[in-house]
Each structure stands twice: as structure tokens, then as C-alpha cells.
């Protein structure tokens, strides 16, 4: 298991989990049961098949470690394991954010989260 994991989803979104104290997961995370992550080998493919062309986004770097249980790590696309959260996210879970500009690539989506993996005064929840 990875220690960091990683949520692309949209600025307003975060802005409301930051309000509540907890992310519920957008509607096809819902529909699907639980919160859809990926590991920073996943994240190229995740922003390039379900987040093309979306602006406004953020990408959330999540300590794997603090969400116990209810992460599972489960085959999905292409036959790999994926991480998925069978519960809300804390907003105490998150190493640190990072906004996703406009038009990002898979590429420039892996260059953040290697920044939000090395920063040493990342706190929880902290806009990097």
C-alpha cells in the first residue's frame, strides 16, 4: 500500500468539505459506493479520462495511514488495484492541496503531487 493517495475534484467541493470538516465524495463516487482515489502512478490516467477538459479543479494528497479500514484497495481499471474510501474523507486526512491549472496534463498532475509528497511543512488540510 502506497502511503500517499491522491482526489482530483473541483474547487467548490473542497471549499465545502473545508466548511464541513469532511468530503462525501462527488456523484458518480456516491453512486459507486465509495470515494474513488488513485496513487501517484494512477493519477496521469484518472485526470486524463474522467477530469479532461474540466477546469477549477484541486488535487488533494491524502495520508493513506489515517484513513484505517474503511481504504481498500481494489481492481479496477486496467486490472490494477485502486484505492477506494468506504467512508467520508476527513479534511484531517489531506497532507496538503494543490490547484490542477487549466488544462493540466497527467504529467503536470504527477509534478504536484511529488511537490505535495516532499513538502516538509505541509500540515492537514494546508493550499499549497
Not at 471549499?15 to 501517484?40: E, K, M, N, P, V
Not at 488535487?59 to 486496467?78: I, K, N, P, T, Y
Not at 504536484?112 to 493550499?127: H, K, S, V
Request: proline share 4%.
Amino acid at each position: 500500500m502506497r502511503r500517499y493517495i491522491f482526489k482530483i475534484l473541483s474547487e467548490r467541493d473542497w471549499a465545502q468539505a473545508l466548511a464541513t470538516g469532511c468530503y462525501t465524495g462527488s456523484a458518480d463516487d456516491r453512486r459507486d459506493g465509495f470515494i474513488h482515489f488513485s496513487d501517484i502512478d494512477q493519477l496521469s490516467g484518472t485526470l486524463e479520462k474522467h477530469f479532461a477538459g474540466q477546469r477549477d479543479l484541486v488535487l488533494v494528497c491524502v495520508d493513506a495511514a489515517a484513513l484505517g479500514g474503511d481504504l481498500r484497495w481494489e481492481v479496477s481499471r486496467g486490472g490494477k488495484a485502486f484505492p477506494h474510501l468506504y467512508a467520508e474523507l476527513p479534511v484531517s486526512a489531506a497532507r496538503g492541496t494543490a490547484p490542477l491549472p487549466d488544462g493540466a496534463t497527467g504529467n503536470d498532475a504527477v509534478g504536484l503531487a511529488q511537490g505535495l509528497i516532499a513538502r516538509p511543512d505541509a500540515e492537514d488540510g494546508d493550499a499549497a
